[in-house]
């Protein structure tokens, strides 16, 4: 009788911890609705930038670009928990050769794409504010 107690208690412990592992991880790592905003904003300012963005020495525009760092945002999105994040993991350099990402304005000198990224981010949270 002792021991049956025991293993219910034993198991009514282990279901709560599981449920309450789930709810935790559900919650404590999503992406907080302000984050989502200033990412898609980010995206958004990436396709329809005229500027040319160079990846591994090719030119592309902001639309191609933006598809390139969609995929790299879904492939990272475990890791991504704030806007520096993704711009970190999604749109900084490539992964295989590790070239930085380049940004060429026609009217400015080239910048690296998390240089660019960051001040528009600053730029966003200002306005935000």
Known sequence: ?????????????ILKTVILMGLVSSSAFAAPANTKQEIQHLLNYVANTDCQ??????I?????????????YNYY???IESTEDFIKFS????????KKYMIHCSDKQSIT?????LSELKNYRTLSD
């Open 91 to 98: 749109a900084t350099k490539s992964k295989m050769s590790g």
């Open 77 to 79: 999105s475990d890791d």
């Open 53 to 58: 963005y160079e990846r591994n020495g090719t």
């Open 1 to 13: 009788m002792k021991l049956n107690l025991i293993a219910l208690i034993i198991r009514t412990l």
């Open 60 to 72: 592309h525009t902001g639309g191609e670009a933006v598809k390139h760092i969609k995929k790299k």
């Open 113 to 117: 794409s998390k240089d660019w990224l």
